[in-house]
């Protein structure tokens, strides 16, 4: 049986796709990882999903009950915390996690174990006002919210957004104690980064799943060799790069372009042709492609 | 559960640091100051006289109308022109022009005429100024009548037949106008603050995102609105309380009628203001939006409601508008039992109109207020 189960979902706003016919199965246990840009329709499913608005066709199961028919079930089940911190930013830290404790029937003694690994960080600053917290104390807080009931399913729409990377470390080490503790988690992000640390990803687009699949697969289907390109003048590069007969792909990845190039052109005559453009400095190395590659290139095939 | 999110509100009240002031300061301010302003009565015309007479009969009639403390004395002079300056300048509200041969005519033909010309720009300080100003010469006309009477006391002369209107206000015998406005701002207060705040709240919650998270959890929209709703009940009880402290101890006006009847009513008048407010703030995303229609919506009902202006006064199709304006017959009623001493039994018609308004309000905001959209 499966935690999550969504069959040929569609919302539009207006006209406008924001999910279009997504269908996917989340296991039990499963840390399910939804990666996609910004206005991906990332935002829109979670809401679905946690019963905050309803398909416009489709279906959508959570621990086998439907999100619709059955949406009152599912609230006491479900754990979610948006990507905006929604926690009322002037009672104490203590006073909100006490307030979602007695909403969901129970109290934060029962479930103490299951968040005080994360509660503990935020303590001393328990008889703090929830907006005074820094941007990392406040996920960490809402996420002790929403698991304060000891949900089966946990929904997390771009936790780590916006927050340090120290503090992104923390959250996601967090994650994985919690996968340990048997609840089914799914989380969204932008970071592709993010994405090698979940058991399954599905890229997302324009309200379509463009893959779904377990990070390792879908690094290793990733079809070409890849090059790593640098010279001295990079803001000329991309666009010479781009003009380069043989070259199918070339885009920016952090300090160098990942570059793709089909049987006609080779490293040696890349080089020269940089050379003759007036670039110093040339380094192409050959590297293993990341899950941002792969989704550069799917939606590239996407006809995006 | 419902006890959880009461107190959840509750703390979030009181540790508003504007809330809690507001609270106590709209209803001193309101108490202390505006029956003080908002007071129809007209007092200190400043009127011009125009004496073309100067005899003895002409001087009473100016110190008679001088001392009866509705006018002041602004100038007088001896030609209407220069009475008109006064009027053009600002200085003189009102012109009593007294013709020459006044004391003549009055004692030769029994009859004569004076002349009242009003600056009719503030239309009531006008006419009521000068409505005044004629009872008070009816009043020397009279005197003078009976003076004349008994000085002459000749069989001969017919003393003309003729009978004078003595009024008796019922209830407010002084025509004091505080009495009459001090229950109806009450019910203006608890409008604005019953009706505004519980708006403002669930729009404040709809823009801090807390709303989501709310209506992830198991709590119904009913529990959920009716959290909202009792802090607010809570707060117009005070509100009420306080103002009816100070109306006792500032204006000594105690209700004739039981506080038991005013309760009640307020009871339910709270319901359906702030059922109004909580509807206004399902349909608004933000805070300027849900003041907006509020003001919008207070103004008219305030305007239409017959708190300065009678009701039976206004055009018919505007009567038949206030029909359906809570307001109005929480005014009623709060003056029928601070004025009149009005029993519940008297007043059900507005009993049974509260409650429907009540009834359709709260109704209309736990439908609108849609969890799943």
């Known amino acids: ?304 | 559960m419902i006890k959880f999110l009461i107190e959840k509100e509750f703390k979030q009240i009181f540790r508003n640091s504007f809330i809690p002031r507001m609270i106590i300061m709209m209803p001193l301010m309101m108490m202390l100051i505006f029956p003080w302003a908002a007071n129809q009565e007209v007092k200190n015309i400043k009127l011009s006289v125009v004496d073309n007479d100067r005899t003895t009969m002409s001087g009473n009639l100016v110190r008679k109308v001088s001392s009866s403390g509705y006018f002041i004395l602004n100038s007088v002079t001896g030609s209407y022109t220069d009475a008109m300056k006064d009027i053009d300048s600002g200085s003189s509200d009102i012109i009593l022009e007294i013709p020459a041969d006044f004391e003549k005519q009055m004692m030769d033909d029994k009859h004569s005429t004076v002349m009242i010309s009003a600056n009719s720009v503030n239309g009531t300080k006008g006419t009521l100024g000068s409505s005044y100003l004629a009872s008070i010469l009816n009043d020397y006309s009279a005197e003078l009548r009976s003076d004349m009477m008994q000085n002459l006391s000749i069989s001969a002369v017919q003393e003309p037949r003729s009978f004078s209107i003595v009024p008796e206000y019922k209830f407010n015998p002084r025509l004091d106008y505080k009495v009459f406005m001090v229950p109806a701002l009450m019910v203006m207060l608890l409008t604005m603050i019953t009706g505004f705040l519980p708006a403002l709240n669930i729009v404040s919650e709809k823009e801090a995102g807390t709303i989501e998270q709310i209506n992830v959890t198991p709590a119904s929209r009913f529990q959920f609105i009716l959290a909202k709703l009792i802090p607010y009940w809570c707060i117009g009880f005070v509100i009420l309380t306080i103002c009816m402290g100070l109306a006792v101890c500032v204006y000594s006006i105690i209700p004739v009628g039981s506080l038991l009847t005013i309760y009640l009513f307020a009871m339910i008048y709270i319901l359906v203001v702030s059922g109004m407010g909580l509807v206004i703030s399902n349909y608004s995303d933000t805070m300027q939006q849900a003041m907006f229609v509020m003001f919008f919506f207070v103004m008219i009902l305030l305007l239409m409601s017959g708190l300065f202006t009678p009701v039976g006064s206004m055009p018919d199709w505007a009567q038949y508008i206030t029909i359906l304006n809570p307001l109005k017959y929480f005014i009623q009623v709060m003056r029928l039992v601070y004025l009149k001493g009005s029993g519940f039994f008297q007043m059900i018609p507005q009993f049974l109109s509260l409650c429907c308004f009540a009834l359709f309000f709260n109704v209309w905001a736990i439908l609108s207020y849609r969890k799943s959209s």
């Open chain 1, 1 to 304: 049986m499966n935690a999550v189960s969504v069959n040929r979902l569609c919302k539009s706003y207006n006209g406008v796709k924001a999910l279009d016919d997504v269908s996917f199965d989340v296991a039990k246990g499963e840390l399910y990882g939804i990666i996609g840009p910004d206005g991906a329709g990332k935002t829109t499913l979670f809401r679905i999903l946690t019963t905050l608005i309803l398909p416009d066709k489709g279906t959508a199961l959570v621990q086998s009950t439907d999100v619709v028919k059955d949406y009152s079930t599912i609230r006491s089940i479900i754990g979610y915390m948006p990507g905006k911190f929604s926690l009322y930013q002037d009672l104490t830290v203590e006073e909100n996690l006490n307030f979602f404790a007695t909403v969901f029937n129970t109290t934060v003694k029962e479930n103490y174990h299951l968040i005080e690994d994360i509660y503990k960080h935020i303590e001393p600053f328990r008889t703090r006002r929830a907006g005074k917290l820094s941007g990392g104390m406040k996920q960490k807080l809402a996420l002790s919210c929403a698991l304060i009931h000891k949900p089966d399913v946990l929904f997390l729409d771009e936790p780590t957004t916006g927050v340090d990377p120290v503090s992104r470390k923390e959250f996601w080490e967090m994650l994985m104690k919690l996968k340990k503790q048997g609840i089914t988690i799914i989380v969204s992000t932008p970071y592709m980064d993010e994405a090698k640390l979940c058991d399954r990803i599905a890229l997302m687009q324009n309200g379509k799943f463009l893959r779904i699949d377990t990070p390792d697969n879908i690094v290793a289907s990733y079809p070409y060799r890849l090059w790593a390109v640098r010279s001295s003048s990079m803001h000329i590069l991309l666009d010479d790069l781009r003009s380069c007969q043989g070259i199918t792909s070339s885009f920016s990845f952090g300090t160098c372009y990942h570059a793709t190039m089909d049987e006609t052109l080779t490293v040696e005559k890349l080089k020269r042709y940089l050379l003759d453009k007036g670039h110093h400095n040339i380094e192409i190395n050959e590297i293993s492609p990341t899950v941002e590659d792969c989704f550069m290139l799917l939606l590239k095939e996407d006809g995006v």
